[in-house]
């Protein structure tokens, strides 16, 4: 298996490389791409999703969910957008864009296969298909969602936030445009790995009834990946608990995916307590939602081809990590003017890692990630060192539709919480 994920890579780097231009091929290798990563996902870990398994199916939704739908089903999937918005379904780079994704599966797949079969022996101890009981885990993460429940409280009340809203009124409040905003959601994101990991959850309905409240705030002001980085994992984590792919679990994910995600999509411009009724079942909108952000690969290879942005050498990588050691002076970010160029777009680490060293970018980042991620659910020996690489996941996710410049920070921040939980534990 990992000579056929090398000859598959090795044939989409060279079709990249010598006729790249035909978009139904490239579509193909895309599916080739998603084949192989519904095989790993199945295969190597015995039928139980992990937190690799999470991050390279975010990734694939983002690159292909809106694409493969609209090239190999149906147009319809975009009818309800303007033309404007869809018009770089026409850009001449649609099939390289195509291809780079692809390439960056294929990368991250054989990397991630290479990487199982190399700790094979190591895979940690604690698949036993329950939770072990942390006390000081579950104490912690009760700790840290009252915070984060505090937070929203406390705008709600003073009249800076609404509890009830549409998503533009938040995009407007005194809590999103808070400094402690973005520390918020980082306590969220350790907050539900640690409670997840903690202790089953009927032992944990006090945690996971205010971790429901506060989901229900972000639901209804139109937030959605604030918790559905997270959700994703969480049943990352479950899966390295030793919990297999049930139709329960199956059943939970495509209600996200195709009926909460999509409405509070449609409804959150218009609010979404006083539209609930129109709440339904939409087959590709979450997913051509997601798959959006391949436009940013697109219009970042045209302005290439323009002349209007040139190669970054690394610098959106390492100007981060130099930032959190600097930490009083002014900080600019390699991907600034990006910013501007796409407002509003987000980003994804396909375009990222392209624009920083061209398809080696692509090839040396995303087999990074594949090999790195799949070694440390497999060698995790600890309930809360897995729910530690769960936040570190949590991360990597929320970058899948973004740019990479917040990742390093945010890992240290998730980190300190981490040696500040093993400093409580150890007393």
Same mark, same amino acid.
């Given at each position: 298996m990992i000579i056929i994920y090398f000859l598959s890579l090795l044939f989409a780097l060279g079709y990249y490389f010598f006729y790249d231009n035909d978009v139904i091929i490239a579509s193909l290798f895309a599916c080739l791409s998603i084949v192989l990563s519904i095989r790993n996902i199945i295969v190597t870990n015995n039928g139980r999703f992990s937190f690799s398994s999470a991050f390279i199916s975010y990734t694939i939704c983002t690159q292909f969910g809106l694409i493969l739908p609209y090239l190999l089903i149906d147009e319809s999937v975009v009818d309800g957008y303007p033309s404007w918005t869809i018009s770089f379904l026409e850009s001449s780079n649609l099939a390289p864009s195509i291809m780079l994704g692809s390439i960056a599966i294929l990368c991250y797949e054989f990397s991630r296969l290479l990487s199982v079969k190399v700790y094979k022996e190591n895979v940690n101890h604690l698949q036993l298909g329950s939770v072990v009981k942390d006390k000081i885990l579950k104490w912690f993460s009760y700790l840290l969602l009252i915070i984060v429940f505090s937070f929203f409280l406390y705008h709600i009340l003073t009249g800076g936030m609404l509890l009830?809203?549409?998503?533009?009124?938040?995009?407007?409040?005194?809590?999103?445009?808070?400094?402690?905003?973005?520390y918020i959601l980082i306590l969220f994101y350790v907050a539900t790995l640690?409670?997840?990991?903690?202790?089953? #959850?009927?032992?944990?309905?006090?945690?996971?009834?205010l971790w429901f409240v506060i989901v229900t705030i972000f639901a209804l002001n139109g937030n959605k990946g604030e918790f559905l980085y997270v959700l994703l994992a969480v049943f990352g984590l479950r899966g390295m608990l030793g919990y297999k792919m049930t139709f329960k679990m199956v059943a939970s994910v495509g209600a996200i995916v195709f009926i909460v995600i999509p409405s509070i999509t449609t409804l959150r411009s218009i609010g979404i307590v006083s539209n609930l009724s129109s709440v339904g079942f939409d087959p590709f909108g979450a997913l051509t939602e997601m798959g959006f952000q391949i436009r940013t690969t697109i219009y970042t290879l045209d302005e290439i081809d323009m002349g209007r942005i040139v190669f970054l050498d690394g610098e959106s990588y390492w100007?981060?990590?130099?930032?959190?050691? #600097?930490?009083?002076?002014?900080?600019?970010?390699?991907?600034?003017?990006?910013?501007?160029?796409?407002?509003?777009?987000?980003?994804?680490?396909? #375009?990222?890692?392209?624009?920083?060293?061209?398809?080696?970018g692509v090839v040396v980042f995303f087999c990074l990630s594949g090999y790195l991620l799949a070694k440390y659910e497999r060698i995790a020996n600890s309930t809360s060192g897995l729910a530690y690489l769960g936040t570190i996941t949590t991360v990597m996710i929320n970058a899948a539709r973004n740019y990479f410049s917040f990742v390093p920070g945010q890992i240290l921040i998730v980190s300190l919480l981490f040696i500040f939980y093993k400093r409580l534990k150890d007393k």
């Open positions: 009830f809203s549409t998503y533009e009124m938040f995009l407007d409040s005194s809590a999103y445009h808070s400094v402690y905003y973005p640690y409670l997840a990991a903690s202790d089953k #959850i009927k032992y944990s309905k006090f945690g996971w009834l100007r981060p990590i130099v930032n959190i050691f #600097i930490p009083f002076i002014p900080h600019t970010t390699a991907t600034d003017f990006l910013r501007e160029l796409f407002p509003g777009y987000g980003y994804n680490q396909v #375009i990222e890692s392209y624009l920083n060293f061209g398809i080696c």
